[in-house]
């Protein structure tokens, strides 16, 4: 039922005695021999290490287990050491081999193990030894989960990040097992353990879209009694060290804070809270609560989501995001944030009265700018060329000093580069007039208040003047070859009029001398 012909031979091999057994089990490690993902195999490896035998109790109630010291198990020497290597050597051949999960809970079932033996019978060498391997082991985990990271960061795509994301979780989920055998922590194993079990609750709330959540339920319950086993020794080291909670939260808001105290929760236990204190005084200071038994983390009392349908099916946000997934933090009334800046951009969203209202803030939080709906665009831009209406997006800047300058940029938010800069001139009429500024293509990348600088160097574009006879003609037979509404008439700083065909590259100028 659980094995192929070749993996129930090994099933039955691996019990013999007891120096033949760890032997057996080496193999099996080495060849791959035996599946790790059912229960009988690892309810062999653990009998095998047990090696059953005579047990009595001494009068204290303590196992005394002869038997092992007999064959020296419970001592330091050649035998323990090519054993711990072999291991060692395993860990290091699946450090980039995230398939080989299997193997890694072989070596985690044998570590800690081993690791609690020797502890039990007060042996430091080889307990410091096993412990070291379990670190190892652990960070194992940990770098997988971390390349996945960095796949979700250059992936945007719904379904597939939801997929990573899941895997991440699962990886970090393993990565907290090992630590079952290490009885005495660092602060080092508690940077890890908490850091660890907040990606495992992150990633299950986003693993719970694609309906794949019951298997990383069920490893998320075996690392909270990890973190329950420690939850002590956990507590004091925090305790000792806050810096712990700040580097735990850091790896999910990937942005580094720095709090000197956290305040424990008077309600329940494993809680902390605090006020965020960043070296940019521009970023505002929410109030991080995290759980350092099941990893949840909150920021000013919210925890982390995708973003609702209202958002995702709206049409502005279709038009220039499509069907891209955000993990966001916040509630729908006081607005969402993305978790993490999206190319060095965090995205804020607010919608009311099904009006959505989306802006960008770049990570050092030097401008904001708020994406204007591409519907409203007939209404306030009506004078603008058709082209800059309806083939960009419009980003407004926002400031103090109510400047009214709206930046034009391709559709998908992915693309930064500014075609055009908008300045409000007046309104007349509830006609709005806007001075039309074309970014040449060397500049069209520079940052905007570089930008802002050298508009005077850039060409402006008007509209044709329709009493102007010689306009009129140019206009005429050029729109036998271009529709007149893809037209770009522009103003170069020698004053001459330029008639632009964007989509055949052209330019054709007119001259003081209407030539």
């Known amino acids: ?16 005695y007891a120096f033949l057994q760890i032997r057996n089990i080496i193999k099996i490690l080495r060849e791959k021999s035996l599946p790790m993902n059912n229960l009988p195999s690892k309810i062999l490896i653990q009998q095998a290490l047990y090696q059953v035998g005579d047990i009595k109790f001494d009068e204290t109630g303590k196992m005394e287990m002869s038997w092992k010291e007999d064959i020296g198990f419970s001592e330091e020497g050649d035998y323990q050491t090519i054993f711990l290597n072999e291991l060692k050597e395993i860990q290091k051949r699946i450090y980039d081999s995230p398939r080989e999960i299997e193997t890694f809970q072989f070596l985690s079932i044998i570590g800690t193990y081993l690791s609690t033996y ?4 007060k042996n430091k060498s080889m307990t410091e030894k096993f412990n070291n391997f379990l670190r190892e082991l652990s960070l194992t985990a940990s770098h997988w989960a971390d390349g996945i990271n960095k796949q979700i960061e250059n992936l945007l795509s719904d379904k597939e990040a939801v997929l990573l994301r899941y895997n991440q979780a699962k990886y970090c989920a393993y990565s907290l097992f090992p630590f079952s055998g290490i009885n005495e922590l ?14 495992v609750a992150y990633g299950r709330v986003f693993a719970s879209i694609s309906g794949t959540t019951s298997d990383l339920l069920l490893l998320e319950v075996e690392c909270q009694k990890v973190m329950w086993f420690h939850h ?27 709090c000197s105290k956290w305040e424990p929760s008077n309600v329940l236990a494993g809680c902390f809270h605090s006020n965020v204190y960043s070296s940019n005084q521009r970023v505002s200071n929410p109030v991080y609560s995290i759980n350092i038994l099941c990893g949840d983390i909150l920021v000013d009392g919210c925890g982390f989501q995708r973003l609702p349908n209202s958002i995702l099916n709206h049409a502005t946000y279709k038009r220039v995001f499509g069907d891209i997934y955000f993990e966001v933090c916040g509630d729908i009334s006081n607005g969402l944030k ?4 999206i190319n060095g951009f965090i995205y804020e969203f607010h919608i009311k009265n099904e009006i ?19 519907e409203t665009v007939d209404e306030w831009g009506k004078n603008l060329p058709f082209r800059v209406q309806h083939m960009f997006s419009h980003w407004q800047y926002c400031n103090d000093n109510k400047e009214n300058i709206v930046l034009v940029r391709p559709i998908n938010f992915i693309h930064k580069e500014i075609h055009f800069i908008l300045y409000l001139l007046n309104s ?9 500024y074309e970014v040449p293509e060397l500049w069209k990348g520079d940052n905007f208040r570089a930008l802002i600088q050298k508009k005077d160097e850039m060409d402006v574009l008007v509209s044709p003047n329709q009493e102007n006879a010689d306009i009129l003609k140019v206009i005429e037979i050029l729109s036998k070859f ?6 770009h008439l522009k103003i170069r700083k020698n004053s001459n009029l330029i008639f632009h065909l964007p989509r055949f590259k052209l330019e054709f100028e007119l001259q003081q001398q209407q030539q």
């Open 482 to 487: 271009e529709d007149k509404r893809y037209f």
């Open 428 to 436: 007349e009429k509830n006609i709005e007039k806007w001075a039309c």
């Open 338 to 341: 993305t978790t993490t800046p």
């Open 356 to 374: 959505l209202q989306i802006f960008e803030i770049p990570r050092n939080n030097s401008i904001k700018l708020e994406l204007l709906p591409f």
């Open 118 to 121: 020797y502890w039990t019978y």
């Open 186 to 199: 660092t602060i080092s194993d508690a940077v890890q353990m908490v850091s660890q079990m907040a990606h």
């Open 232 to 258: 002590q020794q956990l507590l004091d080291l925090i305790q000792r060290d806050s810096n712990i909670l700040n580097k735990a939260v850091s790896s999910i808001i990937k942005q580094e804070i720095n």
């Open 1 to 16: 039922q659980f094995f192929s012909k070749v993996e129930y031979n090994s099933f039955g091999k691996v019990r013999d």
